[in-house]
């Protein structure tokens, strides 16, 4: 989700501490609506509303909260939803409706709460609650909403959570699927530079016409390890699900047969940066 969120829109991370509404009123629906409630109804985060792959069996989840900047605010409450069973995060977004609420705090005071002084991550702040939510079994969503205490302001939280029970995983979601064969035209990658320290890189794509002209390309790449493409020279990029598509630019989608024309890009990667699998279709 951190992945999505950041290719989606990148104020999403730097701007992290910004998920907040302000003078709600206690009107959170309205102010949150259906379909936006993990994005806690900012557009900045609506990646976060997309339908969710959750944690894995067997994995203990802890829900932590803080409001960013660990202050010291106290709460005019805590609330707490779990969603309902029957509701399915792996292809459905949120609603309101799909949730229960399973635990309201009320006030409580900016001190005397439990804390963890020496936490330099937390400022010394730590709120525990115990939640209830029997009969489910599988994957959920929590949701909160925290409404401080010194003002109107408000933060919506998703945290993904698996009950006991319930169907398995559908196989390895991490799997794409099958690229198409290569119809009218070629493709070939190479790296050009790499940047340890800094996870960015620069490569390129050389296309290829095959026996016949082209009017127009597009390649598909599919990284294995997850990385993305900031940009592109002489192409147009984007993302096409769990891959990446190249497309020509108005002066470079003529080619002869036989003919090429290369796009460059720069990207990043994380643990490692294998090369992509390619596939070229042509307008011919």
């Given at each position: 989700m951190c992945w999505q969120a950041w290719h989606a829109n990148p104020a999403a991370m730097w701007t992290w501490n910004g998920l907040i509404q302000d003078n709600v009123?206690?009107?959170?629906?309205?102010?949150v609506p259906d379909g936006k409630l993990c994005g806690g109804g900012d557009n900045t985060f609506d990646a976060l509303n997309a339908p969710r792959i959750l944690a894995r069996p067997g994995r203990r989840q802890h829900v932590h909260l803080d409001d960013a900047r660990q202050a010291r605010h106290g709460a005019a409450y805590i609330r707490f939803y779990v969603t309902r069973q029957?509701?399915?995060?792996?292809?459905?977004?949120?609603?309101?409706?799909?949730?229960?609420?399973?635990?309201?705090?009320?006030?409580?005071?900016?001190?005397?709460?439990?804390?963890?002084p020496n936490d330099p991550w937390l400022n010394g702040v730590d709120y525990s609650f115990q939640l209830s939510a029997p009969g489910r079994t599988g994957q959920h969503v929590v949701y909160a909403v925290w409404h401080a205490?010194?003002?109107d302001q408000n933060y919506y939280m998703c945290s993904d959570v698996r009950f006991p029970g319930g169907r398995p995983d559908p196989g390895n979601a991490t799997t794409p699927p099958p690229l198409d064969p290569d119809s009218g035209c070629h493709?070939?990658?190479?790296?050009?530079?790499?940047?340890?320290?800094?996870?960015?890189?620069?490569?390129?794509?050389?296309?290829?016409?095959?026996?016949?002209?082209?009017?127009?390309?597009?390649?598909?790449?599919?990284?294995?390890?997850?990385?993305?493409?900031?940009?592109?020279?002489?192409?147009?990029?984007?993302?096409?699900?769990?891959?990446?598509?190249?497309?020509n630019v108005g002066y470079n989608g003529t080619l002869a047969a036989g003919a090429g024309a290369t796009f460059r890009f720069p990207g990043y990667w994380l643990v490692t940066n294998y090369p992509p699998r390619l596939s070229c279709k042509a307008t011919t």
């Open positions: 009123a206690d009107n959170h629906q309205a102010r029957g509701f399915d995060p792996a292809t459905q977004q949120l609603t309101w409706a799909d949730l229960e609420l399973v635990k309201d705090t009320g006030p409580f005071p900016e001190s005397g709460w439990p804390t963890r205490g010194h003002a493709a070939t990658y190479r790296l050009t530079q790499q940047e340890t320290s800094t996870g960015r890189f620069q490569a390129e794509v050389t296309v290829t016409a095959g026996a016949a002209a082209t009017r127009a390309w597009a390649v598909t790449l599919q990284f294995p390890n997850g990385q993305v493409m900031d940009s592109a020279w002489d192409a147009t990029v984007a993302s096409d699900g769990p891959n990446w598509r190249a497309t």
